[in-house]
C-alpha cells in the first residue's frame, strides 16, 4: 500500500517561466535543474514546497483546461496574501465554485501551461462536518422525504410506476 505522496511533475513549455511561477507563488525552493542534460525524458528542474517534491519537465502544454486540479493548503490569515501573489504573477484567477458555509475558502488559478491549482483555507474535517451539518439542515434528507424516496424506489422496482411517473409526481 503506497504510504503518501512522492512527488508531483507537470510539464511545462518554459522551464524558467514555470520555475518563476513556482518560486513566487507557493515558495516553492529549486533544489535541482538539468541543464541541458536529460536524465529523465527532457530537462527538468525539482523543487521543494515544503516537503513536497514538485518537478517541471520541459514539453509541450495542455492541450485544454479541466477542473483536475492539484490543491495545496494554506492558512485563512495568509488568504490575501496569496491571491495578491497571484495577480502579481499574471496568471489567470477562475471564478471560484459555489461553497457550503464553512468548508473554507479558496483560490483557483492556472499556470501559463493550463495546469489548474487551488490554494484552500479548510481541511477535510472541516469539509465534512459541514457537509454533515447541512444535510441536517436540508429538507431533501428529512425523514419524511427520505421514506418516501424509499417507497418510490420499490414501486419502481416492483413494477407499479415508471421513473417518469415518478419524476412528474
Not at 64 to 81: C, L, V
Not at 105 to 119: A, K, Q, V
Request: hydrophobic content about 35%.
Amino acid at each position: 500500500m503506497p504510504t503518501t505522496l512522492s512527488h508531483l511533475t507537470f510539464i511545462v513549455k518554459d522551464l524558467d517561466r514555470s520555475a518563476q511561477f513556482f518560486k513566487t507563488i507557493f515558495d516553492a525552493k529549486e533544489v535541482y535543474s538539468s541543464g541541458p542534460k536529460t536524465f529523465s525524458l527532457s530537462q527538468e528542474k525539482f523543487f521543494l514546497i515544503g516537503s513536497l517534491w514538485l518537478c517541471i519537465m520541459q514539453g509541450e502544454p495542455l492541450a485544454e483546461r479541466t477542473y483536475n486540479h492539484t490543491a495545496f493548503k494554506i492558512q485563512e490569515s495568509d488568504f490575501d496574501e496569496y491571491l495578491a501573489r497571484i495577480k502579481d504573477s499574471g496568471a489567470e484567477i477562475k471564478p471560484e465554485r459555489p461553497r457550503v458555509p464553512g468548508e473554507g475558502r479558496s483560490i483557483y488559478f492556472y499556470d501559463f501551461d493550463n495546469h489548474l491549482f487551488e490554494l484552500h483555507a479548510g481541511t477535510l474535517a472541516e469539509r465534512l462536518d459541514c457537509y454533515a451539518q447541512s444535510r441536517i439542515y436540508d429538507p431533501f434528507y428529512s425523514e419524511e422525504n427520505q421514506a418516501r424516496l424509499a417507497r418510490s424506489i420499490a414501486d419502481a422496482e416492483a413494477g407499479k410506476v415508471t421513473i417518469h411517473e415518478l419524476i412528474e409526481d
